[in-house]
C-alpha cells in the first residue's frame, strides 16, 4: 500500500473512533465533557471518516455509523490450544506511547502482538497486574462493590505509574495509566507475567483432562480442583536467605523469600502485602490516609523499634515521600515468624 494511502486509512480510522467518542490511541472512552462527544463535533468527524474512506476505496459504500451493542461488539470465543509465548522479535514490534495508556489498554496491544491463529493463551489483565503487586508497584484497594482495585503505590508512581480518574459510560472509574517509562519497566518483567498465564493455562488443561479422566465431559459436573500448598519454607532453604545490612522495601523481602522455593515446589507464591498485614497485626506498622485520600503505611513506635525505616525520597512528580524500608532486625522478625505469613 501507497505510504499517502496508508497515511489516509490512519487518517479515517482515527477520526471514525473520535466521532463514536472513543480515544484512538489507546481505546478508552473519551470524557463526557470532551468537545468530541459534543453532537455537531461529532458528525462532522464522521462526515470526514466518510470522506477519507471514499478516497481510500471509492467505490465501496460508508458504513452507517450506529454503535453497537455489547451483544454484537463481542468477537466469537477463540479457545486457547497452546501455550504463551511472547518472543523478543514480537515484542520489538511493541510501539511505546508517550502519551499513558491504561494498563488493560497495555495488555489489548500486546495480545495485538500475538500472530494471528496461533491458538496462544493471551494475556490477561490479572496476570499483569499480579506481577506488578508482587513487585511493589501497585496496591489492592477497596472499590465499589467490594471489588479491589489496582491502584500505584508511592514506588509505583515514582517509576511512572499513575491514578487515573474518569467518567466511563455513565460510571467513574479510578484506574492506573502507564507512561513510557512505566511500559518499559512492565516490558522487562514480561516473561514473569506470561509464566504466570502459562501456569492458569496449565490449571485449565489439568481440569479439561480430569473431567475427560472421568467421563464428564457431557455432563458438566464439577470435579475437585488440586490447590497448592500455602507459603512455608524449611529451615535449611531459610538459612539461604541473602541477609546484608541495607534495609529493604517490603517487596525485595517477598521476592527473597519466593526465590528460596524449589522451581518444581507446589507452593503458593508470597504476596508482598501478607507481610504488610502481618506487620500491621503485629503493631508495627499502621495505615494512614493522606490529604488526597490515598491509604499509606507508616511505622508505628515500636515499628522503628524493630528496625522499620524511612526514607525520603523525591517522586517522578517532584514531592517528597517517605519510603517504608525494613533493616536487618526487621527482616529477621519475618525469617521467625515466616510460616505464619501464607
Known sequence: MPVESRILERAEQYMRKLSLGVNPLNEEALPDND??????ISKCLAYVADFLQQKIAPNREPQPQKKKSKRES?????????????????????EMTEEPVSLSGFVRRLNALLPEGSGMIPLIY??????LTREGVL?????????????PSPHGEEMGFMRAEADIRGHHAVYTKCDAAAQKFILEKIQDCVALANERFAKYQAQD??????????????TSRSVKERFHLTEAELAKYPADDAPVP????ARRLNDLLAPDANIEKL????????????GLLESKTDAVGKTFFYPTEAGFAAGIVTEQRIGKNGKNFDAVLYGPAAQKLVLEHVNELG
Do not use: H
Open 35 to 40: 468537545i468530541c462527544r459534543q453532537e455537531r
Open 271 to 282: 504476596y508482598f502485602k501478607s507481610v504488610l498485614d502481618w506487620f500491621v497485626a503485629q
Open 74 to 94: 463481542k468477537q466469537p470465543r477463540k479457545f486457547a490450544i497452546a501455550e504463551l509465548a511472547l518472543s523478543p522479535e514480537m515484542l520489538s514490534k511493541y
Open 139 to 151: 496496591l489492592k484497594e477497596p472499590g465499589e462493590k467490594g471489588k479491589d482495585m489496582n491502584l
Open 126 to 131: 490479572s496476570d499483569v497486574a499480579e506481577i
Open 209 to 222: 483432562a480430569a473431567r475427560e479422566n472421568a467421563g464428564e465431559t457431557a455432563t458438566g459436573e464439577k
Open 250 to 253: 517490603v517487596s525485595e523481602i
